[in-house]
């Protein structure tokens, strides 16, 4: 009720401001890089498997291509990801040596249930997921498990539940490289350094939720939006494209920016917002190009940058930097802004935020 939302107006809002503490609480116990962090069983069976198969829905897949980039620039294991309901019924050549993880905020979803089971019936054995719900079918199906700290999420469109996945899975990625010898202690400390930082960065970038707001009055009037990031952000402009389209009916593409000149670019017009991920990061100057692209044909940029991205604002291009540059765990801040742009293009279109049309929290039916 009212009451449970404070000052917000919708459960998606406070769930983007609780943020900072539900990231808190899913590191909490972490004092430092452990395979146990996901079982007692943990050790084994990280020194056995030579290869990852992520399997998830919705968001939560989003999550899983993220840490694609992480565990094999990290632990440098290959990774393979999936949606769950195209997975379950192609015929795939199974490993049984592959660490099948799933990733769930519910727990019950019923594709990445039968996923699971379709894994394991193939003979894959070692089963891992990264779940909010200690109680749920998937913590109780898997051999180890990590518990997101998000704690209830009740708008449809998922956030707190995003990030803190984001979070166990910058974890698995450096017990895994702990486990294959491959993350020394001074690389450790700096990773837990960075990620015992995270709410306070967080809530940094949460405050630039005024300048989002002036975006989001003019996105309102869109039809159609693309949403461009390369590397390790590109699962980032995926999960904003997907936030815009559920809660603002607004229909949002996203593409790996190197691709723009194979098709997307065609569709690029006045009419045409282009969001831009531009984390200072290798790929900055690539991107610049990119988006020198979207300009000459007329199209009109909205970039989220980093305090040091050294892209200035000029005719047709909007700049919001968040304070930083964070490294490799760029995607968890990178993902908040997109987020506070969704919401606030929604409430400007006046949609049902946290119930949007046709869409349920956890789909638990095929
Ligand atoms: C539904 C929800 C999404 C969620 C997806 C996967 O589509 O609306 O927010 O990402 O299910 O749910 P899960 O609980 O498995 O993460």
Redesign the pocket.
Known sequence: GAAELGPYRHYMQKEIFEQPRAIADTLESVSNIMPELFGDKAYGIFKDIDSVLIL???????AGLTAKYWIESIAKITVNVEI?SEYRYRDSVPNPKSLVV????????A??LAALKHARDLGMLHTLTV???ATSA?VRECELAYITHAGV?V????TK??TT?LAALFLLALSLAQTKGRLNDEQEAEHIKALRHLPVAISAVLALEPQIIAWAERFAAKENALFLGRGLHYPIAMEGA?KLK?ISYIHAEAYPAGELKHGPLALVTQEMPVVTVAPNDTLIEKLKSNMQEVRARGGELYVFADADSRITASEGIHVIRLPEHYGLLSPILHTIPLQLLAYHTALARGTDVDK?RN?????TVE
């Open positions: 998830a829905c919705g968001t939560s897949y989003y769950a799933t990733i769930s905020q519910s727990g019950e979803t594709d990445t779940c909010n719900v998937m999420e708008g449809v469109a998922s539940a995003f996945q997907l559920e949007p869409l349920a929290k956890s789909v």
